[in-house]
């Protein structure tokens, strides 16, 4: 599986339970991971695979930065609308057959098919490493940390309607209702998306993965609905009521890890927060493409709030600030939440 740190942070709860329970645990990770997860030799067994596994994150981490980008720019309809999921479709294109290979032709890979499992558990969102269980031919679960979509659960095979449930991808996670407008249009991408997969990406990823599977290759989208459980990064505190099949489980916050200490500048804010309590601003890593005019806005509501308020630098920086209003570059958000003020 590719290594992101979310994607760590919720397999790494799940392998500490399975460990205390006997089990024994392996990771596939990323080449440049190995530093990062060293902490954890003593109890989980970690295997590096080859150099190319880690350029698929950054072809679907660009697209999904340009979405988010585009959910803050604008609020109509434009060509940069069109132009997303075409620049998806190629950047899949062009890693499909690669990742696919890379994961099975793996040395690493090869040796590892001599031990037994009981599990496999992959990230479920990225469909070239589906070969692996080609190989491994054991029972699997998924785990996606992205939100559920009309995409995925056309996957996984559960009732799906895109004229009303939002996807991220299709650029409807915001528009609450949806115009028919864009219930068309998200009707259309699902459509368009499922040709795709079946006709396309499938049939790239099986040829790529026939030449190391003797047996008969499952593509990835059927692989997807076959599998014994999907762990999916959601809430329904937080998402549209959307329908799931009995072996979903809904696993959203599990991504988040303990809050450390505060630093002396934090603590000194947090202490001094008003009675009215702290408010923490933040447009996330992603997130770059907030206008001047929205920044401002920004500011100016902020500033008649009651609250103290520590906001996460934006791009670009806000005109003018309220005195309750405190800037940062960086902010500890984990550790401001979960601080319980004076």
Same mark, same amino acid.
């Given at each position: 599986m590719n290594l992101e740190r979310a994607t760590f942070t919720m397999l790494h709860a799940i392998a500490e339970v399975l460990s205390n329970r006997g089990h024994n645990i392996t990771f596939l990770l990323p080449i440049g991971s190995g530093e990062? @997860?060293?902490?954890?030799?003593? #109890?989980?067994?970690?295997? *590096?695979?080859?150099?190319?596994c880690r350029v698929q994150k950054t072809i679907i981490?660009?697209?999904? /930065?340009?979405?988010?980008?585009? *959910?803050?720019?604008?609020?109509?309809?434009?060509?940069?609308?069109? #132009?997303?999921?075409?620049?998806?479709?190629?950047?899949?294109?062009?890693?499909?057959?690669?990742? +696919?290979?890379?994961?099975?032709?793996? =040395?690493? =890979? +090869?040796?590892?098919? #001599?031990? #037994?499992?009981?599990?496999?558990?992959?990230? $479920?969102?990225?469909?070239?490493?589906? $070969?692996?269980?080609?190989?491994?031919? =054991? !029972?699997?679960?998924?785990? %996606?940390?992205?939100?559920?979509? !009309?995409? *995925?659960?056309?996957?996984? /095979?559960?009732?799906?309607?895109?004229?009303?449930? !939002?996807?991220?991808?299709?650029h409807t996670n915001h528009r609450k209702p949806m115009s028919f407008f864009w219930r068309l249009y998200s009707t259309f991408l699902l459509s368009a998306s499922q040709v795709f997969f079946t006709t396309i990406a499938d049939r790239t990823m099986v040829t790529a993965a026939s030449a190391y599977v003797a047996d008969v290759v499952v593509p990835p989208t059927v692989s997807f609905s076959r599998s014994d459980l999907w762990l999916t990064n959601a809430d329904y505190a937080t998402d549209v009521p959307r329908p799931y099949l009995p072996n979903t489980v809904m696993v959203g916050g599990l991504s988040i890890e303990e809050a450390k200490p505060l630093t002396e500048e934090f603590q000194t804010i947090a202490d001094g927060a008003n009675t009215h309590g702290l408010l923490v601003v933040s447009m996330g890593t992603v997130v770059?493409? @907030?206008?001047?005019?929205?920044?401002?806005?920004?500011?100016?509501?902020?500033?008649?709030?009651?609250? +103290? =308020?520590?906001?996460?630098?934006?791009?670009?920086?806000? %005109? @003018?600030? $309220?005195?309750? %209003?405190l800037l940062r570059s960086w902010i500890p958000q984990k550790g401001l939440l979960g601080k319980k003020l004076k």
């Amino acid at each position: 599986m590719n290594l992101e740190r979310a994607t760590f942070t919720m397999l790494h709860a799940i392998a500490e339970v399975l460990s205390n329970r006997g089990h024994n645990i392996t990771f596939l990770l990323p080449i440049g991971s190995g530093e990062s @997860v060293s902490k954890y030799n003593d #109890k989980f067994q970690f295997i *590096t695979l080859g150099d190319r596994c880690r350029v698929q994150k950054t072809i679907i981490y660009d697209t999904v /930065r340009q979405a988010q980008d585009m *959910t803050i720019q604008s609020s109509t309809f434009s060509m940069e609308t069109i #132009k997303l999921p075409i620049n998806l479709i190629i950047g899949y294109i062009h890693s499909l057959a690669t990742g +696919t290979e890379d994961y099975l032709c793996d =040395v690493a =890979v +090869t040796d590892l098919l #001599k031990s #037994k499992f009981d599990l496999v558990m992959i990230e $479920g969102s990225y469909l070239w490493i589906h $070969g692996l269980l080609n190989r491994f031919n =054991v !029972p699997y679960a998924l785990l %996606t940390t992205c939100a559920p979509s !009309p995409l *995925t659960n056309s996957w996984n /095979r559960a009732p799906n309607l895109p004229s009303v449930l !939002p996807g991220f991808m299709a650029h409807t996670n915001h528009r609450k209702p949806m115009s028919f407008f864009w219930r068309l249009y998200s009707t259309f991408l699902l459509s368009a998306s499922q040709v795709f997969f079946t006709t396309i990406a499938d049939r790239t990823m099986v040829t790529a993965a026939s030449a190391y599977v003797a047996d008969v290759v499952v593509p990835p989208t059927v692989s997807f609905s076959r599998s014994d459980l999907w762990l999916t990064n959601a809430d329904y505190a937080t998402d549209v009521p959307r329908p799931y099949l009995p072996n979903t489980v809904m696993v959203g916050g599990l991504s988040i890890e303990e809050a450390k200490p505060l630093t002396e500048e934090f603590q000194t804010i947090a202490d001094g927060a008003n009675t009215h309590g702290l408010l923490v601003v933040s447009m996330g890593t992603v997130v770059t493409g @907030v206008s001047q005019q929205q920044t401002d806005a920004m500011a100016a509501a902020f500033a008649r709030l009651p609250q +103290t =308020v520590i906001w996460k630098t934006p791009t670009p920086r806000p %005109t @003018v600030i $309220g005195n309750n %209003t405190l800037l940062r570059s960086w902010i500890p958000q984990k550790g401001l939440l979960g601080k319980k003020l004076k």
